[in-house]
């Protein structure tokens, strides 16, 4: 491992990271500084190597670390900030460690910069003795927050009581909650997606949790796979970021905030996920005003056979696709705010579908959304995964269009099933405004918002 610390500095950062856990008795546990090799071979000779950890449950700087049970591999989050320096350092164990106990590092992290640490994932022993026995373990120390989720039940789709533990650096969130996995042909893959609830503590009464670590966010996350579309892990984070300059957080349905951490699912290591603040249809509504929350109806375009249990709709234009019904006026299962929907769509005369979209589309937001699909190479957000909002103003229903997903970007290809993902998708609503636009108007107005999506879109970049 490269060493980069001058000999005075390392022992100087040694000599610091050597703590104390106190258990209202006289027996206090340590993880003392760097010992010698020689010492540790000593310890180890006076000792029987035990056949199990002496030492499951660390904490780092107060918070608890993720432990990968199969690989006895504790992770501790720092943060991406730090540098080359390292920040302060204190590890604990639990008090549920073994009586006796005393813990010291065999490697000084102290050698190395903090950053390359991170980076490349270096990993540090600690070695753990009693009087009679010894174990090693290694702690990891990650920029990301890490999730750490204990359940009793098997994790279907249904929601199952949960321990949740998430940390960010000095930043801590512990709580019981719910998880379940999530996703439509997705669910299938070796590494699946999941959603975690925090509304709720195991006595049923609600609890919610305002500040979730790196999210800001108050009840639930969404856990993202990424890679079984995405070997680069990247896309669906490139494109909620730059959908973050498009939108404002107090539009309805804006960019929804992302952050990159590590999971750990009972003892168990599954790797990086992208953490998405789900949207509360309920919430994006009431950001049109109070009045809508009665008058409204918000659907999602989706493939039958993934629907999720929500009414749902056939698309009489779209075999195999139909409409979800997210947000229902009245609290009422109810389609008919989309008949009018239905209806331009079956228009066959253009000029007479030029008329009534002039009356029931919400132009600017249809535009836009084919602006977007375009830029971001959106595949997968007009068959599926695209929100149409009846907004009910003095009796007139008009329809805008939103994002409910952004997962599959920036020109995704499947060829080994036989699916193309390659080809930017057209939204056909828009094509045909396009196509049959004789006065101009639309096409002159689709112009000035991708001029505007776009400078948007790359002014920060």
Same mark, same amino acid.
């Given at each position: 491992?490269?060493?980069?610390?001058?000999?005075?500095?390392?022992?100087?950062?040694?000599?610091?990271?050597?703590?104390? &856990?106190? =258990? +209202? *008795?006289?027996?206090?546990?340590?993880? #003392?500084?760097?010992? !010698? $090799? @020689?010492?540790?071979?000593?310890? /180890?000779?006076?000792?029987?190597?035990?056949?199990?950890?002496?030492?499951?449950?660390?904490?780092?700087?107060?918070?608890?670390?993720?432990?990968?049970?199969?690989?006895? &591999?504790? =992770? +501790? *989050?720092?943060?991406?900030?730090?540098? #080359?320096?390292?920040? !302060? $350092? @204190?590890?604990?164990?639990?008090? /549920?460690?073994?009586?006796?106990?005393?813990?010291?590092?065999?490697?000084?992290?102290?050698?190395?910069?903090?950053?390359?640490?991170?980076?490349?994932?270096?990993?540090?022993?600690?070695?753990?003795?009693?009087?009679?026995?010894?174990?090693?373990?290694?702690?990891?120390?990650?920029?990301?927050?890490?999730?750490?989720?204990?359940?009793?039940?098997?994790?279907?789709?249904?929601?199952?009581?949960?321990?949740?533990?998430?940390?960010?650096?000095?930043?801590?969130?512990?709580?019981?909650?719910?998880?379940?996995?999530?996703?439509?042909?997705?669910?299938?893959?070796?590494?699946?997606?999941?959603?975690?609830?925090?509304?709720?503590?195991?006595?049923?009464?609600?609890?919610?949790?305002?500040?979730?670590?790196?999210?800001?966010?108050?009840?639930?996350?969404?856990?993202?796979?990424?890679?079984?579309?995405?070997?680069?892990?990247?896309?669906?984070?490139?494109?909620?970021?730059?959908?973050?300059?498009?939108?404002?957080?107090?539009?309805?349905?804006?960019?929804?905030?992302?952050?990159?951490?590590?999971?750990?699912?009972?003892?168990?290591?599954?790797?990086?996920?992208?953490?998405?603040?789900?949207?509360?249809?309920?919430?994006?509504?009431?950001?049109?005003?109070?009045?809508?929350?009665?008058?409204?109806?918000?659907?999602?375009?989706?493939?039958?056979?993934?629907?999720?249990?929500?009414?749902?709709?056939?698309?009489?234009?779209?075999?195999?696709?139909?409409?979800?019904?997210?947000?229902?006026?009245?609290?009422?299962?109810?389609?008919?705010?989309?008949?009018?929907?239905?209806?331009?769509?079956?228009?066959?005369?253009?000029?007479?579908?030029?008329?009534?979209?002039?009356?029931?589309?919400?132009?600017?937001?249809?535009?836009?959304?084919?602006?977007?699909?375009?830029?971001?190479?959106?595949?997968?957000?007009?068959?599926?995964?695209?929100?149409?909002?009846?907004?009910?103003?003095?009796?007139?229903?008009?329809?805008?269009?939103?994002?409910?997903?952004?997962?599959?970007?920036?020109?995704?290809?499947?060829?080994?099933?036989?699916?193309?993902?390659?080809?930017?998708?057209?939204?056909?609503?828009?094509?045909?405004?396009?196509?049959?636009?004789?006065?101009?108007?639309?096409?002159?107005?689709?112009?000035?918002?991708?001029?505007?999506?776009?400078?948007?879109?790359?002014?920060?970049?």
């Amino acid at each position: 491992m490269k060493r980069f610390k001058l000999f005075l500095a390392m022992a100087a950062l040694a000599c610091a990271i050597g703590l104390t &856990v106190k =258990y +209202g *008795s006289t027996y206090r546990p340590v993880v #003392e500084p760097v010992r !010698e $090799i @020689e010492e540790i071979w000593a310890l /180890e000779d006076a000792r029987e190597e035990s056949e199990k950890p002496l030492v499951t449950r660390l904490f780092c700087n107060g918070i608890p670390m993720a432990y990968d049970a199969e690989n006895n &591999v504790f =992770y +501790g *989050s720092l943060g991406l900030e730090n540098g #080359e320096e390292w920040p !302060e $350092i @204190e590890l604990t164990a639990s008090d /549920e460690a073994v009586k006796g106990l005393s813990l010291c590092f065999a490697d000084d992290y102290g050698f190395d910069d903090c950053d390359a640490a991170i980076r490349e994932g270096y990993s540090y022993q600690i070695f753990a003795y009693t009087d009679t026995a010894y174990s090693y373990a290694e702690v990891v120390f990650t920029g990301l927050p890490l999730v750490n989720v204990t359940a009793d039940q098997t994790i279907e789709r249904e929601d199952v009581p949960a321990q949740i533990e998430i940390a960010l650096a000095a930043e801590g969130l512990q709580t019981n909650g719910r998880i379940h996995k999530r996703g439509g042909a997705s669910i299938l893959n070796d590494k699946v997606g999941y959603k975690l609830e925090f509304t709720r503590t195991t006595d049923g009464k609600k609890k919610i949790y305002r500040e979730i670590p790196g999210m800001e966010t108050d009840s639930q996350v969404i856990l993202l796979p990424m890679n079984a579309l995405d070997t680069t892990m990247m896309r669906d984070r490139l494109s909620w970021a730059l959908y973050a300059r498009l939108t404002r957080r107090d539009e309805p349905f804006s960019a929804r905030k992302t952050q990159y951490c590590e999971l750990f699912l009972n003892g168990e290591y599954r790797g990086v996920y992208l953490m998405l603040e789900p949207f509360s249809v309920r919430q994006e509504v009431v950001k049109a005003g109070e009045e809508h929350l009665t008058t409204d109806s918000v659907y999602r375009t989706a493939v039958i056979s993934l629907s999720h249990g929500r009414p749902c709709m056939e698309d009489p234009y779209s075999a195999a696709t139909g409409f979800e019904l997210y947000y229902p006026m009245d609290g009422e299962p109810d389609f008919s705010p989309l008949a009018d929907y239905f209806a331009l769509l079956g228009e066959t005369d253009d000029a007479a579908f030029m008329r009534r979209a002039a009356q029931i589309i919400d132009l600017d937001s249809a535009l836009r959304y084919d602006v977007v699909l375009q830029l971001f190479g959106l595949t997968d957000n007009v068959i599926n995964n695209m929100y149409t909002w009846a907004q009910n103003s003095r009796g007139h229903t008009r329809y805008r269009f939103d994002f409910w997903d952004l997962d599959v970007s920036w020109g995704l290809k499947r060829d080994e099933i036989g699916e193309m993902h390659e080809n930017w998708v057209f939204f056909p609503l828009v094509d045909r405004l396009l196509r049959v636009d004789e006065e101009g108007g639309v096409r002159k107005r689709y112009g000035e918002i991708y001029r505007e999506v776009r400078e948007l879109s790359l002014i920060h970049i």
